[in-house]
């Protein structure tokens, strides 16, 4: 007899991907908690960036199109909002991709490299995950079990990694 979770997301095989380090059961944790994220991308992606900059005030000084908005503005900000619906689109893109590891791997490389030639740093996108596992633990309560609360962090760390593999070392 299976977990209730057995059932919503089965019980494949337990072999990590070389490419994600996530086990097919735990792509299906991602992309079943990603499909409810994706839904309301500029709201989900609001909060994920307010969440940033609350944690690390000084990079906002790192958008040019919004540095200079005070915290409170920013949610109602359109260039905000877009570079949100932006980020979710990234990560879409790279959920969509995990089936795929050459289109995975094309895809974190582009992401690393645009990110690379603006200055941003490993550490921030490490950052950014810690800011990312808040905001979907405080979305999804206690579903957000320690199971799902893993995969995300196998698939976040990989995902920054990959970003930064391709560019030289920052």
């Avoid at 405080?138 to 579903?143: A, I």
Wanted: charged residues 25%; contains cysteine; neutral net charge.
């Amino acid at each position: 007899m299976g977990s209730s979770t057995s059932i919503l997301w089965g019980s494949e095989s337990t072999a990590p991907d070389p490419a994600t380090g996530l086990t097919a059961r735990q792509k299906k944790i991602v992309q079943s908690t990603w499909a409810v994220v994706r839904k309301d991308p500029i709201v989900n992606g609001v909060a994920i960036m307010i969440a940033y900059f609350k944690e690390h005030p000084d990079y906002q000084k790192l958008f040019s199109g919004f540095k200079d908005v005070p915290l409170e503005e920013l949610p109602g900000n359109k260039r905000f909002q877009a570079h949100c619906q932006s980020i979710m689109s990234a990560l879409s893109n790279v959920i969509d991709a995990m089936g795929d590891p050459s289109l995975l791997e094309a895809t974190l490389g582009a992401i690393g490299e645009r990110h690379h030639r603006r200055g941003q740093t490993k550490k921030q996108f490490f950052e950014l995950k810690d800011v990312v596992m808040e905001v979907l633990k405080q979305k999804f309560g206690s579903k957000f079990t320690a199971e799902v609360e893993e995969a995300w962090s196998k698939i976040l760390d990989a995902a920054f990694t990959g970003m930064f593999s391709a560019v030289p070392a920052v």
